[in-house]
């Protein structure tokens, strides 16, 4: 499977922005989905998984109740819905995937990785 991440921009603190991650392949809904963030200087962090049928899903403390991770397998497509989003949250996103959901949290153990997208919010 290979993976596109799209949807960054500029916005103000409090907005919202959502992030697609397009997968290709038949076998797309095989792939646990997550989403990591680097910002300069810093290593990349977990932000959020979900499984390949959307059942289980996971985030950090720094994103609970403001992200939301979601997928459609029909359209091979993961989101990651960003609310009230914080000057903090400014960083490049990638998405990745893995057949072991359990292995989408260290960004060290991953191999399968899409391109990624810069996330700028102002405060």
């Known amino acids: 499977v290979q993976l596109q991440a799209s949807g960054g921009g500029l916005v103000q603190a409090g907005d919202s922005l959502r992030l697609s991650c397009a997968g290709s392949?038949?076998?797309?809904?095989?792939?646990?989905v997550g989403w990591f963030r680097q910002a300069p200087g810093k290593e990349r962090d977990f932000v959020a998984r979900?499984?390949?049928?959307?059942?289980?899903?996971y985030y950090p403390d720094s994103v609970k109740g403001r992200f939301t991770i979601s997928r459609d397998n029909a359209k091979n497509t993961v989101y990651l819905q960003m609310n009230n989003l914080k000057p903090e949250d400014t960083a490049t996103y990638y998405c990745?995937?893995?057949?072991?959901?359990?292995?989408?949290?260290?960004?060290?153990?991953?191999?399968?990785w899409g391109q990624g997208t810069q996330v700028t919010v102002s405060s």
């Open positions: 990745a995937a893995d057949l072991e959901y359990n292995t989408l949290i260290l960004a060290s153990n991953v191999h399968l």
């Open positions: 979900i499984s390949g049928r959307g059942g289980l899903t």
């Open positions: 392949g038949r076998t797309f809904s095989n792939y646990a």
